[in-house]
Structures are given as structure tokens and as C-alpha cells.
């Protein structure tokens, strides 16, 4: 007797269905075909074990079992449930008359129990999309699949749930959520507010521009001044996400099976990898291409603490999907595309010691390690980064203070007023929505400078040897920094102000 079954595989963000017809026959035999990888191979002695446990069997009989389309990749033991569940109905174990309107996925433990799976977010939406009522998957993943509306979610811990709902006609548990609810009630509770920060006025006015205008920024400054404790909280200054950069940040942590119990992520991402990490798991790779770091902070923030640390292969990736803000993944058969559109955070120490031009630091480096250490970020990465900032430790009596800064949802709802401005201006352009993304035509065009401002900039220039690169990056910061002050033209006193953020660009640091 021959059964369907559906399933749905996921690359990139997106999800295939995948139709897995089971034939049992007389005979004997278990043949499975249409490219499973070794996942799905093994995934017979769980089967095997999953029933057996659970009262059934896999009949001794011939098996065949075909996962159409042949030509797609079918990758890990999310088919587990899938095709066990084909097996039972295809030999008559079960009656299961309903089972072509479901979506069922799940990985079986021995005992029949579910492990998550991942991508259940993607699929759901493929699932909705193709017109089947419902999807069958572990309970771990419920949550992130009933995101999508008009499709019944049912979470389960284990197989013999399925079986008794489609032999029995028991009833599952359907996941309903509220999605719009539950994302605007978790909008407004950032994790980390700015209001924590003693002092530091001065970095939090360059966090709230860079904010303001989506620019790159880095920190530098001695250990101990607070680089990290300002950079994680610059996603709660952010404009809150939108339900679809919401959906599009979900999909990307849904695919390497990351979702936390909110189900849909209301809060912007904050990313921040350690030094030591390859290339591969910073933007994405592997035989079945998996998002790397940058996708997971796709409409968020990815933050580089200690910058010159990383491996400068790494950095050098960094830099198409830096322009892009997608990342594609070639493979022989295939590519997948992610999206990356994050803003940078990077912090340094002034120094491999940890110190810079300071007379009572407890270490010093000498110039030639000062060069190794810098030179490692210098250039193009660099180029990408609008703002540069120096760090200083707050002193002990403001540490110790009591007053409270500013709240992050204060400082929010500027940066929100300055982005609404920016909408406007490239409501035309498809590619730039925020001053930082602006070409040099738009920068010509946009910030257009008095004589007066134009001469102050020259000045400057030539005074304090600013690069030729530090040009482009002063005028849009002004520009940013005139949206913040909501006016039309730019001005010296933006112009001066956005001078002060290129401190690399200066003599003396890097050559
Ligand atoms: N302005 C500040 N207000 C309140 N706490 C602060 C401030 N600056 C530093 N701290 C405290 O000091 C700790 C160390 O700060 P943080 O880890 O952010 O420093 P850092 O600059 O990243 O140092 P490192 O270079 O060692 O990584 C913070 O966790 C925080 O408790
Ligand atoms: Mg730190």
C-alpha cells in the first residue's frame, strides 16, 4: 500500500515541501531514496526503536521509501516522525485518513520521545502558504511555528501523541498566540538601558547619532571604561523593529534552531562573538550553509569587542556583507542567500597593553607592537566605520553617584524622530534608507555645506591630518547630526561635532 506524507526541508530562509511517499509490499527490504544524506539512513534503527517502544513495528516486509524532490538536499533527522508515521499508516498499522493536510516533522529519540528541529519558523510560512491545515512538530518548537497565523500548530512531545490523534482521533494541543500582542507587550522592556551608564554624556551623544543614522562605530578605551557595558546597549536606543523585521530576524534564528520561548523576537539582537571565531561561523558556511553571526544580527547589532584580537582573515570577510548587507553561500548545487544588515559595533584598547599616551598605565608597548596591533585594523574594514570615539573611565564619585541617567526610551524616541526624516529623504532609493548607506552622489547632494562650513572643514583637514576617507564619513555624520537637531541644512557646528568622532584618523595613530 502506498502513503503520502509531507515534510519540508529549509535552505536559506526558505522551505520546500517535500513529499515522501511510502510503499510497503510483500517482499523484504528497506530502500530509501531521493538523496537523504546519512541523517536520514540512521534515522531507520531510531524508527525501528521509537516503535518498538511505543507497541508498533517496522512490518518485515518491502519498504520503499521515495522523498520527492530527487534533486533538493534533504539535510538531518527532522524526518524522523515524518517517516515513521508514513511507515505505519503505508502498512496499515494506523488509519490516518487526514494525514496528507499536515506538515509533520520531528527527530525521535529510542524511546518516541521529540527533539527540536530547526527551521520550523520558515516552514510554517511554506506550510500556510501551500494551503495544509496544520503542522505536527516537538512542543521545543511550537511556539515559533504558531507565529504564522491560519495554520494549526500542534506541539508534541512524543510519537505516540501522533499516532493516537490520527488512529484514535485523541486531540492535540493546538498553539495559539497572539502575535501582535505578545510583540508590542515585549517591545518596550529592553534587557540593558542606557539609564545604568554613570556619566559617559559625551559617548552616549555619539551612540545616540550613530544610532540616529545607522552609522559604524568603535570604542576605544582602556579596560575597565565601559566599551562593552555601553555597546550591548545600543540595540534599546534602536527604533523598535517593525513585525517584519521582526519576521525576517525570527526566520534567520529559527534556522539553526535558536528561537527563545517569546516566540517572535520583539527585542533587536545584540551578537557579540568571540575573538576567536572562524570565518565560516562569523558569516555563514558549512556543507548545508547555516547563517553565521552576521545574519543572526540581521536588523540588529553585531558587536566586535577587542577588535585588533580577531583574525584579520575574518575581518576581511566581514567586508562584502558589510556593503551588501546579504551574505550569498556558493555551493556546486546550490547558493543561499541571508540577509545581514546589522550595524557594527567595535571596541579596542588604544594599545595591546591595554593603555595609550598615559603616564600611569601599568604596562607599556612599545611602537612596534603598537603597529602590529593596529595594523590589523586599518584600511578597509576601517573605511566602514563612520564614528571613532575614545572611552575614559567614569571617576569613582560619578560611579558612586546615585542619579540616574537618561532612559534608553528617552533616547529612543530622538533617534526614532531622526530616522523618520531619513525615510523620507530616500523614500525613492530601494538600496538606502538610513544617512550611513548614503554614495557619494547622495552625500554631495544631501549635505551640501556653506562657505563658511566648507572652510572649517578644509581647516580641520589640513590641521589635523585627516585622511582623504575621513571626508565622505564627517559629512554624513553632520547630516545625521543635523536630523537629530531636525534641520534642514547643515551647519559648522554639526560639521565641528562630527570631526571630533574620527580620533583614528588622526596622527599618531595609525600611520
Ligand atoms: N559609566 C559607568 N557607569 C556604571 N558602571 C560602569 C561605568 N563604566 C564602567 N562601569 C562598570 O565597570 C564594568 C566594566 O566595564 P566594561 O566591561 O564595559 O569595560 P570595558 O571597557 O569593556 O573593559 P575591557 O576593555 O576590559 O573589556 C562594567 O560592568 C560596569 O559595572
Ligand atoms: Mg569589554
Redesign the pocket.
Known sequence: MLKKVFGSAVFGVEATTITVEVNVDSGIGYHLVGLPDNAIKESNYRIAAALQNNGYKIPGKKITINMAPADLRKEGSAYDLTLAIGILAASKQIEAPDLEKYIIMGELSLDGSLQPIKGALPIAVKARAEGFKGFILPSQNAKEAAIVDDLEVYGVDNIKQVINYFDKGELLEQTIINTREEFYKNLDFPEHDFS?????EGIKRCMEIAAAGGHNIILI??????????AKRLPSILPPMTLHEALETTKIHSVVGRVKDTGLMAQRPFRSPHHTISDVALVGGGAFPQPGEISLSHNGVLFL??LPEFKRGVLEVLRQPLEDREVTISRAKFTVTYPSSFMLVA?M?PSPG?YFNDPDAPVTSSPAEMQRYLSKISGPLLDRIDIHIE?T??PFEK?SEDRKGETSVEIRKRVTKARALQTKRFAESETVHYNAQMSTKQIRKYCVLDEASKQLLKTAMERLNLSARAYDRILKVARTIADLEGVEAVNGSHISEAIQYRSLDREGWLG
Open positions: 545604568d551608564v554613570k556619566g559617559q578605551g582602556p579596560p575597565g571604561a565601559g566599551k562593552t557595558m555601553l569587542d577587542e571596541s584598547n591595554g572611552v573611565p567614569v560611579l
